[in-house]
């Protein structure tokens, strides 16, 4: 992100080995004009490693999780139970006459 504030640090601030590094880079995140755009990257592309976008690789795992329970909520929400009429109680059943 050429715009992004980690321009003005080494790229190692944004991989720490520790909590205190993560803390360090998610406060130089925290003021970045593409820190969105940055999070939205490393979501995309499954970054694993380093603080993209203010959030840790934990955050970003949680994030993930998160989406994907609420993807397949909403899409349970949508399933058509096709085991099952749905409206039973609507269906007209017309007599058969024979001649
Ligand atoms: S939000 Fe992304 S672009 Fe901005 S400083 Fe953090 S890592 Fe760099």
């Known amino acids: 992100m050429a715009q992004g504030n980690c321009n003005n ?3 190692s601030v944004f991989f720490p080995s520790d ?8 406060k ?8 969105e755009p940055c999070l939205d990257h490393a979501l995309d592309m499954r970054i694993d490693h380093g ?3 203010g ?16 993807a397949r909520a909403a899409l ?3 399933a058509v139970d096709l085991t099952t009429p ?5 269906i007209a059943i017309f007599p058969v006459s024979a001649k």
């Open 9 to 11: 640090h080494p790229p």
């Open 19 to 26: 909590g205190v590094g993560v803390e360090a880079a998610k």
């Open 28 to 35: 130089i995140c925290a003021s970045c004009p593409v820190k």
């Open 51 to 53: 603080v993209w976008g």
């Open 55 to 70: 959030a840790s690789e934990r955050q970003r795992r949680r994030i993930l999780k998160s989406r994907r329970i609420a």
């Open 76 to 78: 349970a929400e949508t």
């Open 86 to 90: 749905a409206h039973s109680d609507e």
